[in-house]
């Protein structure tokens, strides 16, 4: 007991002589400095916490203006794709006066894979909106299947202005390696000058 006290008289005095030395300021200034700690430990985080939640506000904010800008940019590059497509079909078309060479080739190509066609069926039709004309062909051919498979790949692989719009197969006796095929082929072309003449396929084309 008596040893407590003998500390708690060294603690005052030595509490009196720095009073003595540096004044009653230093005590002001030690507790301001632990005021300010007390309120970093307090306020900071609560401050960090609305920092983070003003920075995801910002972040969302920015996504969704992107989101906005997205559609007029999907649109642009839409129409900018699509003008170059025209472009490239409007380049791929035949002359008009370049129907008839490309049905005689079709044909041609026919009979060098070996395979027997009878006479084929015309229809044109136009499209003045577009500026553009096609002339469908119906060719019934009778052949092997490797055959004629390779015709139409040969023909839609050389002429351009060719597409496929119907392959129908028909097979009478299944001993057979002969088939019968339904070929509806589309040549797009320009439409002809005005006043010029022009030719009826079934015509001037026979197979």
């Known amino acids: 007991m008596n040893e407590l006290q003998r500390i708690a008289d060294r603690l005052r005095l030595f509490a009196d002589l720095w009073l003595h030395r540096h004044g009653p300021w230093w005590l002001l200034l030690a507790g301001a400095l632990a005021a300010l700690l007390a309120v970093s430990v307090i306020v900071l985080p609560r401050l960090s916490a609305e920092l983070a939640t003003q920075l995801v506000a910002l972040a969302e904010l920015q996504e969704r203006l992107a989101s906005h800008q997205a ?3 999907a649109t642009t590059t839409g129409a900018t ?8 079909f409007r380049e791929a078309l035949a002359d008009d006066d370049q129907v008839l060479p490309t049905v005689r080739k079709i044909l041609d190509a026919a009979t060098r894979h070996r ?6 069926e015309y229809l044109r039709a136009a499209d003045p909106q577009a500026q553009v004309e096609r002339l ?13 498979r390779s015709w139409v790949e040969e023909v839609l692989r050389t ?9 129908a197969f028909k097979r009478e006796d299944v001993g057979l390696d002969q088939v019968e095929a339904k070929v509806r082929l589309t040549i797009w072309h320009l ?5 010029e003449h ?5 015509m001037d084309v026979d197979p």
Do not use: F, H
């Open 115 to 120: 395979l027997r066609a009878t006479r084929a």
């Open 198 to 202: 022009r030719p009826r396929p079934d």
């Open 136 to 148: 469908q062909m119906t060719v019934p051919v009778k052949g092997r299947y490797a055959d004629i």
């Open 191 to 195: 439409p002809p000058a005005a006043g």
């Open 71 to 73: 559609p007029a940019t």
């Open 159 to 167: 002429l351009a202005p060719v597409a496929l719009n119907e392959l």
């Open 81 to 88: 794709a699509s003008a170059a497509n025209y472009r490239a």
